[in-house]
Every structure is written in structure tokens, then in C-alpha cells.
């Protein structure tokens, strides 16, 4: 690289600023399959294997290609990316890789066939789906236009900009209006943290009926004067980073396991500073309340005792893998039959219920999608023995595993 004087410095911009652009993850490799420059906001689930075996088959395909080639590619994750081959006085130096970004809504549906397609743990779902749903989703159309802007950004030298300023005669202060102005300012505020206050409470008892009355009648967490007047976007997203960071208090005062409050968190940490107006920012504001209210009560241990909490986190982050009673008991050094007794009196349920009815859930999800076999499903979410399999689905759902697929279709 050297020899071929490639300006580092220079190009570390043209990073920079395609990175700050589309918010989405930006890497350089040589042309040795080494990552010299990377700026990356998402981090894959540890579930998704990663090989760089595929750098050498892009430093292939890019340096044959012309220098406004640009080139797309997905893997066997459905995560999408833009390659742009980058040259220095007409030699290869290496690539762009910029992603990945989607190019469809990741449902329920994806993210089955996702875990079906590369054999993934069931239990990584939620995680799975708080990765995906963190990626930008653009059309065709968006994906050829980025092409085209990483192309010219790689093409042309990078050129420093310089900001200029202005100075404008400011309008004399109306000491009247200011006093009304800040009257109604500690109105406004006292509302936004009263407003606040319950909606936290309704997060941390994962109330979503009661959410989504509060919400109904007071949608107004954006509607301070803005704290950065030149830049209401920036303000926006400061009032949201902070909503999150409330939220994510609330929903682990209500139980929710770590695991799902890192992901949720991550996630909107991400959207935010991604969104570019202010309508989705609005949006978003009401989406973040929302999703951690509903995890709340998806997924909420509180009224548990510590060695039930215990054990009903463990089967939720295990599902596909062998569960037993003795063998979860011993995991947290407790009596089995103390622990038996505790977990129906607590879950209403015994253990081996809970177990087979979060497993059935998540077969069906599988079944819907019509793509694998009912014995691999079976396998898939934990069950060894499909004779079982279908006698546990139809206790649960008064149908065979091949009525439920049946009944899908029509």
C-alpha cells in the first residue's frame, strides 16, 4: 500500500463521511483480506457465524471490475451490502463494504426462515429480531443510488470543506413576552415529568392497556421548545436517547431479564441517531414506550422468587437444548422438588408445562412459514421424538402438527 502512496488520511474521511451519511456500518479491506478502516454501529448476535473467507472472493470480483463498478451482495443471513473497489493512480488498493442494510420488513416470517435456513438456536430470537429490526430497510432503487454515491465518494479525491459564519443584528428582547414565554415553559415541563413518571410506571408493570390510554391522552413528550434551536433534530434525538435510557430503568424495574434490555436498548440507540427527520423521530418516540411496555409483559420475572426467576430465564434462553427438572435444579444448586414445587406455585404451571408450551409456541412460527419439515422443527425447538412432538402440540392447540400446517394454508 505504501509503495502505491495511498492517502490514508484522506480516505479515512471519505470513510468517515459515508459512515455519518447512511448511518450504516462502513468498512475498508485491502487487498491482502485485512480491515484497515472500519466504523461499525451494529454488532452481530454471537449466533450468526461470520467468515472472512469472503473478503478474498470480493478482492476477486473487484479487481477486475471497472472503477465505477459497484457491486451487491448478500449472504446467507439475508444482510445486504454495496461494494465499491478502491484505486490509487489506477492500482487496486482494496474495497468498500458498506452494510448491511435490508431490502424487506424483518417480520416474524424473516427472521423463521433466517433461523431455519443457517440451523440457528430458537432461543436467539428475540435477540435476532432486535438486531435486524436495528438495520436500515431501503428499496432498489435507494440500494443503485447508494452504489452510485459510494462509487463517486471512492472515485474522487477527498476535498476538506470550511464552514463560514454570519453575523446577524439580533431583535430587540420583549421583556413581556419572555415572562409569558417562561411561565408557559415550566408549565410545559412540570406535565413532561409528571407525564413521564407514569408512563414509566406503566412500563415497569408491563401495563399495556394502561399505556396505551395514558398515550391517547398526552402524546407530548417532544413538545418542549428545543434545547439546540439551530438544530431541532439534534434536540429531538437528545430528548429520545435520554427516553431510552428511562425506559430501559423502568422495564429492568419490572424484571426484564439483562439480555432483553441490552438488545431493545441497543437497538433504539442506533435508530435514533439514525433517523433524518422529525416526523420519525415522533414516531419513534412512541414505538420505544411501547416495545418496552410489551417486553415487560412478554417477558417479566418480577413477581417471581429468585430461584424460579432463575429457572423460568434459563428455559426462555435455552429452548432448543436438552431441560430437565433435576438438571436445572442443579445448575442453581436447589432441591428439585423444592424447586418443582415453588416454580407451579409461582407459574401457575409445572416446569415441564412451561417448557413444552414455550416450545410449541415457537414451533408454530416454523409451521406457519411451510418451508422445513415438521420433524426438523420438532428437532429445532428442543424435542427429540416426533411422536412426542405431536402429542404435546395437540395438547396444547387441539390439532396434530399437520392440521396446524394444513389450516395455515387454507
Given at each position: 500500500m505504501e509503495e502505491l502512496e495511498f492517502d490514508w488520511r484522506h480516505f479515512n474521511k471519505t470513510v468517515q463521511l459515508l459512515h455519518t451519511y447512511t448511518r450504516m456500518d462502513t468498512r475498508f479491506v485491502d487487498k491482502q483480506n485485512r480491515i484497515m478502516l472500519q466504523l461499525v454501529d451494529h454488532h452481530m448476535p454471537p449466533a450468526m457465524q461470520q467468515s472472512d473467507h469472503v473478503y478474498s472472493l470480493i478482492n476477486d470480483a473487484m479487481q477486475s471490475a471497472e472503477p465505477n463498478n459497484f457491486l451487491y451482495y448478500i449472504n446467507p443471513y439475508g444482510l445486504e451490502y454495496i461494494v465499491v473497489g478502491v484505486r490509487s493512480s489506477q492500482a487496486y488498493c482494496g474495497f468498500v463494504l458498506t452494510g448491511p442494510f435490508l431490502s424487506c420488513i424483518p417480520d416474524t416470517d424473516f427472521i423463521s426462515d433466517i433461523i431455519a435456513r443457517n440451523n440457528l438456536p430458537v432461543s436467539e430470537r428475540k435477540q435476532l429480531q432486535e438486531f435486524y429490526r436495528s438495520l436500515s430497510v431501503i428499496s432498489s432503487n435507494d440500494s443503485n443510488s447508494l452504489g452510485e454515491l459510494i462509487v463517486n465518494l471512492c472515485v474522487h479525491p477527498h476535498t476538506d470543506s470550511q464552514l463560514i459564519t454570519a453575523e446577524f443584528v439580533q431583535p430587540v428582547l420583549d421583556k413581556g413576552l419572555q415572562e409569558i414565554k417562561i411561565a408557559e415553559s415550566k408549565t410545559i415541563i412540570e406535565f413532561r415529568y409528571e407525564f413521564e413518571r407514569i408512563v414509566m410506571e406503566a412500563i415497569s408493570r408491563g401495563d399495556k392497556v394502561e399505556l396505551a390510554r395514558i398515550l391517547s391522552e398526552g402524546n407530548s413528550f417532544l413538545n418542549l421548545p428545543d434545547r439546540i434551536p439551530e438544530s431541532p433534530i439534534r434536540s429531538a434525538k437528545n430528548l429520545l436517547i435520554t427516553m431510552n435510557t428511562l425506559c430501559r430503568v423502568a422495564a429492568q424495574r419490572g424484571g426484564l431479564h439483562p439480555i432483553y434490555l441490552h438488545t431493545i436498548s441497543e437497538k433504539f440507540s442506533i435508530t435514533i441517531e439514525r433517523a433524518t427527520n422529525l416526523p420519525n423521530l415522533k414516531k419513534l418516540n412512541i414505538v420505544i414506550v411501547?416495545?418496552?411496555?410489551?417486553?415487560?409483559?412478554?417477558?417479566?420475572?418480577?413477581?417471581?422468587?429468585?430461584?424460579?426467576?432463575?429457572?423460568?430465564?434459563?428455559?426462555?434462553?435455552?429452548?432448543?437444548?436438552?431441560?430437565?427438572?433435576?438438571?436445572?435444579?442443579?445448575?442453581?444448586?436447589?432441591?428439585?422438588?423444592?424447586?418443582?414445587?415453588?416454580?407451579?406455585?409461582?407459574?401457575?404451571?409445572?416446569?415441564?408445562?412451561?417448557?413444552?408450551?414455550?416450545?410449541?409456541?415457537?414451533?408454530?412460527?416454523?409451521?406457519?412459514?411451510?418451508?422445513?419439515?415438521?420433524?426438523?422443527?420438532?428437532?429445532?425447538?428442543?424435542?427429540?421424538?416426533?411422536?412426542?412432538?405431536?402429542?404435546?402440540?395437540?395438547?396444547?392447540?387441539?390439532?396434530?402438527?399437520?392440521?396446524?400446517?394444513?389450516?395455515?394454508?387454507?
Open positions: 411501547q416495545e418496552y411496555c410489551n417486553a415487560v409483559h412478554a417477558f417479566s420475572t418480577r413477581k417471581y422468587s429468585v430461584i424460579v426467576k432463575n429457572a423460568v430465564n434459563y428455559i426462555d434462553l435455552n429452548l432448543e437444548k436438552p431441560l430437565t427438572l433435576q438438571q436445572i435444579a442443579a445448575d442453581f444448586f436447589v432441591n428439585p422438588s423444592h424447586l418443582s414445587r415453588k416454580f407451579k406455585q409461582e407459574v401457575q404451571m409445572t416446569m415441564m408445562d412451561y417448557i413444552n408450551q414455550k416450545r410449541v409456541e415457537e414451533s408454530k412460527l416454523h409451521l406457519q412459514r411451510g418451508k422445513i419439515s415438521i420433524t426438523d422443527i420438532a428437532f429445532m425447538v428442543g424435542f427429540n421424538d416426533l411422536n412426542y412432538f405431536t402429542r404435546v402440540f395437540k395438547k396444547y392447540t387441539s390439532m396434530t402438527p399437520s392440521q396446524y400446517v394444513k389450516n395455515a394454508k387454507s
